[in-house]
Structures are given as C-alpha cells and as structure tokens.
C-alpha cells in the first residue's frame, strides 16, 4: 500500500524508518522474493554481462549495496564473482546470513559506506537506489565512486517513473514507513555523470521485479 507524498515532505528520519522497516518484514521478503530473479531472464543476462566486465577487469571484489537478504549477492556468487553483500537493515542482513552460509555480509549504509578507496572492481546498487532522496543521491554516488577501482563497472537498477511515495505496508501485510521514489532515466544519468561515472548503456523492461524497471551500466571514469 503506498500514499501520496509532496515532494519536500521527507521524514527527518527516513534512514531509520527504513532499517525499522525492512527489520520487520526480512522473513517474509526473503520468502516472497527468492524466484525472482528465476522470472526474469533479461535481469539475469545483464547480471552476465555485469560478471563479465568484472572478469574482464581482471577479477576482485564485487559489492552488492543494498543487499537485502542476499539474493543477487548469492547469484554473483554463482556466476564466480567474489561478491559480499552491505545492508542497512540488521534483519535482512541475518536472513541473509543464513540463506547464504559461508557468504560475506555487512551491515552498513550506502550514505556512509565504509568500505577503502578503490577496494571494489565492481558494484551493483540493486533496487536499494530507490529509497535514498535526491537531495542524498550525489553523496552515495560519491561513495560508489571513491570505492570503485578506475574502469569498474557499476550497475543500477530502479523503477522508473516520476512520483515518490509513501509505503506504508508490503511483504506479506507488514507495517512499513518506506519512501519509493521512482526516476527516470535522464536524471539518474546525469547524476552518474556528475559524479564521475561513464555510463554505457541502459534500457527499460518489465520483469517480475517491477512492473516498469529501468537498468544502467556504468563505468568508474579515471
């Protein structure tokens, strides 16, 4: 269930209201989207060509921010990408702990992230974009920037559209106080390329994942 939202309207706390909410629903979110993925094959082929610019790259660390209960963590993993997973929400991150046994998972926040300068040949920001305000969407750029190695690709994916709003139930029925905001293409590339990134491709597609989905791949400029 979503409500409308003016624009300006941001709870002081959403970084918190977040964590609360994804805290209360990680069962039955791990439960409702573990197929995902197994719907959507264009989600998983660019997830392929994500891996293969990593090889390319000559190999390293791959972040997956935002990860949830570790479900495009554990799929990286399967394509032999050295992945780990960061979160904010602590209940995601123990589900996600126990879906994937033996699995790097950390718990942390894309506005903050504390991972070295250059410690990454690659990140995804899977849906997890989606949450973060535009007046913070520069800073975890920054982030993403300061922790990538020169060349590493980034990848993104968001729902596309022009509203932000208020969900305030999902996952089976659970209280939730979530700020969706959808976006489109051209202003998310051109925060991209403000913030140093080369972006080479991008598309929109219906999965099972959103109902209108929008995918950019992007590289770390010198």
Known sequence: METGLNAHDWAHDWLADTRTSYDTVAI???????????????????LALFADLVRAQGGGLVADVGCGTGRITGHLRE???????????PGMIDVARRHHPGVRFDLGSMTDLA?????????????????????????????????????????LSFHVGDESRLKT???????????????????TIEWLNEAGFAVETHRTLTSAQSKLGGIILARRQP
Do not use: C, N
């Not at 039955?28 to 660019?46: G, K, N, Q």
């Open 115 to 155: 991972l070295a300068d250059a410690s990454v040949t690659g990140l995804v920001a899977w849906y997890s974009l989606i949450h973060i305000p535009d007046d913070e969407i520069s800073s975890v750029l920054a982030h993403f920037r300061r922790v990538l190695r020169p060349g590493g690709p980034l990848l």
């Open 169 to 187: 139930e999902g996952y089976g029925g659970h209280p939730m106080k979530v700020y969706v905001h959808r976006r489109q293409h051209d202003q």
């Open 28 to 46: 039955s979110y791990a439960e409702l989207t573990h197929h995902i993925l197994d719907e959507s094959p264009v989600e998983r082929a660019v």
């Open 79 to 89: 394509l032999d990408l050295d992945a780990f997973g960061i979160d904010l929400s």
